[in-house]
């Protein structure tokens, strides 16, 4: 089996069709259709169901084409492993975000690292939480931004920032302030985030008590969450760097809440524990640090550099 066999099957698993697969790959429809039988032959396994206009890998294609994604995602690592330590900082890098956490990081990050790094190929792709461990572990993302997983198995966490929440009221809400601010949470009238976009699964998870929130309607963005509130009256929870979108009349509508628990994520950059660009790494992270307030910062990242073993 080679390099050129396994980038064959990804490409027509992807594309599901001969001659965009073999377009994609720089090929003609007859040499991609030879190399992937003859790889077939090699195996003898059928990675390919082929009818006439529907083309499908077999269970076990399925599985060959994955670990063939995985050696590719590996083979690249040899170019990125002369990059880093050549510092010409080129090649590709991939990273996923939660949407939570999107909206106040990517905007500044493509502008920035774009202008520091011209000649890496950014992708920013937002997830999940469970999509982007998924991404992470198989090697479709080089590294992600969110919170920190509960399983951490073969997982590194380095803490980016820590922010508080804070509630987002309605005008309507006369008492709200006073209410909210005492650390008085009426599940009546609160709108939550639909799980898997959950903004915290550290001190206070909204998301999964079912007995908590009104659930007519399970937002996936927090700017709609603050729509539905301003229209609909109670309230919601929102990150601290949300307010910055608020509107001068609806920052009057918030509240941090006084909690015996502190009401706040750790956002953290996650990476394989095999992950090996350093200079790549520390790039993303000084970038982060220069878009981050200051004051919610982690420690660590404001010394400098992080050395990966």
Same mark, same amino acid.
């Not at 920032?161 to 601010?181: D, L």
């Not at 927090?222 to 760097?241: A, C, Q, W």
């Not at 918030?254 to 706040?264: C, D, G, I, K, V």
């Given at each position: 089996m080679t390099l050129q066999q396994m980038e064959y099957i990804v490409a027509l698993d992807k594309y599901r069709h001969f001659v965009l697969a073999a377009e994609a790959c720089g090929v003609t429809q007859p040499t991609l259709s030879a190399m992937i039988q003859k790889l077939e032959e090699e195996l003898d396994v059928k990675i390919f169901n082929r009818e006439r206009k529907n083309i499908s890998p077999t269970t076990i294609g399925k599985k060959i084409i994955r670990q063939a994604q995985i050696a590719l995602n590996e083979s690249q690592r040899i170019k990125e492993v002369v990059s880093d330590?050549?510092?010409?900082?080129?090649?590709?890098?991939? &990273?996923?975000?939660?949407?939570? /956490? +999107?909206?106040?990081?990517?905007?500044?990050?493509?502008? $920035?690292?774009?202008? #520091?790094?011209?000649?890496?190929?950014l992708f920013i792709d937002e997830k999940e939480s469970n999509a982007l461990l998924h991404d992470l572990k198989f090697g479709d993302i080089d590294m992600a931004i969110g919170v920190q997983p509960k399983e951490t198995a073969n997982i590194f966490s380095i803490? &980016?920032?820590?922010?508080?929440? /804070? +509630?987002?009221?309605?005008?309507?809400?006369?008492?709200? $302030?006073?209410?909210? #601010?005492?650390?008085?949470?009426?599940?009546e009238h609160m709108w939550i985030l639909k799980e898997g976009h959950c903004a915290s699964n550290e001190t206070q998870s909204f998301c999964h008590n079912m007995n908590i929130g009104n659930r007519i309607y399970e937002a996936g963005s927090?700017?709609?969450?603050?729509?539905?509130?301003?229209?609909?009256?109670?309230?919601?929870?929102?990150?601290?760097?949300h307010i910055n979108f608020l509107s001068e009349e609806?920052?009057?509508?918030?509240?941090?809440?006084?909690?015996?628990?502190?009401?706040?994520?750790?956002?953290?950059?996650?990476?394989?524990?095999?992950?090996?660009?350093?200079?790549?790494?520390?790039?993303?992270?000084s970038t982060l640090n220069a878009i981050i307030p200051a004051h919610m910062v982690e420690a660590r990242i404001k010394k400098g550099p992080i050395r990966l073993k």
């Open positions: 330590e050549t510092d010409s900082m080129n090649g590709t890098l991939r &990273i996923g975000i939660l949407p939570t /956490v +999107a909206p106040y990081i990517v905007p500044d990050f493509i502008f $920035r690292f774009s202008h #520091s790094y011209p000649n890496v190929k803490p &980016i920032y820590v922010e508080k929440f /804070v +509630a987002y009221f309605s005008n309507k809400c006369n008492k709200a $302030r006073e209410i909210i #601010s005492s650390g008085h949470l009426p599940a927090i700017d709609t969450l603050v729509r539905i509130v301003d229209r609909n009256g109670g309230y919601t929870i929102i990150p601290e760097l609806q920052k009057k509508n918030t509240a941090y809440l006084n909690m015996e628990t502190p009401t706040q994520r750790t956002v953290s950059l996650l990476i394989k524990e095999d992950f090996i660009r350093e200079r790549m790494l520390n790039a993303v992270l």
